[in-house]
Every structure is written in C-alpha cells, then in structure tokens.
C-alpha cells in the first residue's frame, strides 16, 4: 500500500489538525479493541479450562512479544510505520473475528485462544514499534511533546471503557460477542489509517540499507552512541522495574492485607489513572514543559518516595491520595521521557528504538512480578515496596547525575 506523502510539517497545532485527529481516532479505537480483546480472552480462558490453563493462555502473547520486539522496530523502520500498523491492525482483527466465528460455531477448548494469543503477541511485537515511529511522519518536530500527551490520554480512555465494553460483550453474547465486539473496534482504525497523510523525513533513505541483522545493530549503536538516549533507556528501564511489582501484585496484596477488598483496590487504581491521566491531560494542553529532562528526574525521584510510602498508608483514603500522587508524577515522568525519545531520536531509527524501550516495558518489566510477590511473601510488604521505591528512584537518579540528559529539552 503506497501512503499518500505531505512534503512538510503542517503550522497548525496537533490537537487542531484532523490529520493527526484521524490518527488518533483509529489509535483510540485500536487500544479500546486491545481491552475488550484481553477481557474477552480471559473470559473464554476460565470458562474453558482450568485456573492454571488460563493463566498460560494470558501469558502465551508475552514470548512472543519480547523475542521479536527489536525484530519489529526493524521491519517498522524498514517498510514504513504507516504501512506497518494498518497491516498489524488488519491481521489482529482477522485474527480476532476468525476466534469469534469459531467459538460462535463450536464448543473447541483452549487451543484457539492460545493460538490467537500467540498470534497477538507476535503482531504486537511489529505493531508496538511502528506505533511508537508513525508520529514523527504526521506533524512537525515541536508538536511531538502535545502528540504523546495526547496519545497516553487514549491509553487512559481505553483502559477505563474498554472494560465495560468487554464485560457488556460478555453478558449480550458470552465470548463470541466480546471477542466479536473486540475485532469491529480494531476494524474502525483501518480505513481511518489508511485516510492519514503521512511525510517524508529527512533521513528515511537511511532507514535500512543493509541485512535485518545489520539494521538492528545500527540502532542498537545509534542509541549507545548518543549522549541523551543511552541514559534515557536506562531511566526508563529502572523506573519501570520499581514500579511495576508495587504498582499490580503488591497492591493487591496490600488491599487483601488491610481489609479494604476489591472495591478498595478499585479506589486506589482510579486514583493512580487519575493522576496519570492529569499528567497526559498536561503535555497534551501545554504541548512542552521547560527543562524537560531536570522535571522527567525529579518526578521519578518524588514519585519512588510516594511509591514506598504507598506501603505505609494507614487510611483507604490515604492509599487513594498516594496513589494520585504517584500517577501524577510517575505519568509526568513517563509522557516527558517518551516525548524526548520522539523528539531526539534520528528519525530513521525510531522503531527501533521505540522497540528497546518498548521491550523494557513490555517484555521484561512484568517478568518482576513474580519475584515481587515471592519477596512479599518472604519478608513483606513493607520491605518489598521500599526496595521498589529505591529501584524506582535510582531512574531518577540517573536521569539527575547525567548533564545531557539533565539538559534536555523539548523542542519548542
């Protein structure tokens, strides 16, 4: 498919140019199709099998994802992150109709859902990293900061609807209906995809010019080489490995331990999506902060001590207000880290580097989990979240000690 090429940056706003607007929608529509996908899965999982089976079939897309992840940012810098993501979005919704029509049809055990999980996994490794590379081909270099806010507010969006859609899905039509209701929203985002105008870079002849392998080493030196990039990933690597444990098991541990039940975690989740959601809802507003790169570090810094404190609230009021405090400042540390990586990034090597911070987050970041919850077991919660915390805050740290870095700003 040939994309239709817009020779240069529009002057007008992202958040006022229904260009960029089109890709948003099919961008939403796509990530409200992912929430209502992995209820409906889950759903059908349990109903099919054991407890134990539907955790491997929840699991079966994560090997996949991280064994081909850098695989992707090659293929996503090599064709094109407009062609890639209109092909990954058609294929999951193939993917997805063709599990509701088989499930509709027939009663057929766990095989199909494994299979579609893997399938998932597998595109999402190619998906993820073009998603991450097609902005820069839509607006202008200083509107990348606006475009990132508002890509995690549709983050937010379809994580808060798209488990209601699901569970609607669910009680009209069980899992044929979810999983049905899943592959139309995916559906959605392909002509809207297709309608986007996409520009030429400066630098896209030099995208991929030699073997897969060679390309991926490109990007692996163009990141070790530059002096902001390096310590970025390295920020966002320790960030998110402090706080992904406390932030999933350990809070379910916690509001088991104090009594304050699901509702409980509820509450305190819709605070942490809260403040989170407030920080997008920021840079997509303001479209810059000044000295992004001293804020990205000081917010990580503050937010591990809200993270740790976290452990020790005493009120499900408390825990509900740190929680805030946390997605307030963990959100604006992460939508001003993926804006620098958009903005300093060699345009030709964006899916590849997308595709290394991806997999941090993606791929490696939850396989802590497990070892979060074994620590809380040994030595308890309390021990556990500090440690996190201090994980967490040496992101900033490393963010603070290193000049460039400190430095860094977004374009204006």
């Not at 850098?70 to 209109?86: E, K, N, S, T």
């Not at 299979?115 to 902005?135: E, I, K, R, T, Y």
Request: hydrophobic letters at 55%; a positive charge; proline letters at 6%.
């Amino acid at each position: 498919m040939t994309a239709t090429l817009i020779p240069s940056p529009t002057a007008r706003a992202a958040h006022r140019d229904p260009n960029v607007l089109r890709w948003l929608t099919a961008y939403t529509s796509s990530m409200l199709g992912d929430n209502v996908y992995y209820l409906a899965l889950s759903w059908a999982a349990v109903q099919a099998g054991t407890p134990a089976q539907a955790g491997l079939v929840m699991s079966a897309s994560a090997l996949p994802r991280a064994v081909l992840m850098l695989g992707g940012g090659v293929i996503a810098d090599r064709f094109g992150p407009h062609r890639v993501v209109i092909a990954s979005d058609a294929l999951r919704c193939a993917a997805v109709l063709a599990v509701a029509a088989l499930l509709f049809l027939a009663r057929t055990g766990l095989w199909p859902l494994a299979l579609l999980a893997l399938v998932f996994g597998a595109v999402d490794a190619v998906f993820v990293p073009a998603v991450g590379a097609l902005p820069a081909r839509l607006t202008a270099n200083d509107q990348l900061g606006r475009v990132q806010g508002m890509r995690s507010l549709a983050i937010r969006f379809a994580a808060v609807v798209g488990a209601p859609l699901g569970g609607l899905g669910v009680a009209l039509g069980g899992a044929p209906a979810a999983f049905a209701l899943a592959g139309l929203l995916i559906a959605v985002s392909v002509p809207l995809l297709v309608s986007v105008r996409v520009r030429d870079l400066p630098t896209e002849d030099d995208a991929a010019k030699g073997t897969a392998w060679a390309d991926l080493k490109a990007g692996l030196r163009h990141i070790r080489g530059h002096r902001v990039l390096a310590p970025l990933m390295l920020a966002i690597a320790l960030g998110d490995l402090g706080f992904v444990g406390p932030l999933n098991v350990g809070l379910t541990l916690l509001a088991d331990q104090r009594g304050w039940g699901a509702s409980g975690m509820g509450w305190t989740l819709a605070g942490f999506g809260t403040g989170a959601g407030a920080a997008s809802l920021l840079l997509a507003v303001r479209g810059r902060l000044p000295r992004a790169g001293l804020v990205a570090g000081c917010t990580v810094v503050v937010g591990s001590v809200a993270i740790g404190a976290l452990a020790y609230a005493p009120t499900l009021a408390t825990a509900v207000g740190t929680a805030l405090l946390v997605g307030l400042l963990t959100g604006l540390s992460g939508v001003l880290c993926g804006a620098l990586l958009q903005t300093l990034t060699d345009p030709a090597y964006l899916g590849r580097v997308t595709a290394l911070s991806s997999l941090v987050s993606l791929g490696l970041t939850p396989l802590s989990m497990p070892f979060a919850a074994a620590a809380i077991g040994a030595w308890g919660l309390r021990p556990v979240y500090v440690v996190s915390a201090a994980v967490c805050g040496l992101g900033g740290v490393a963010a603070l000690v290193v000049p460039a870095l400190r430095r860094a700003e977004l374009p204006r």
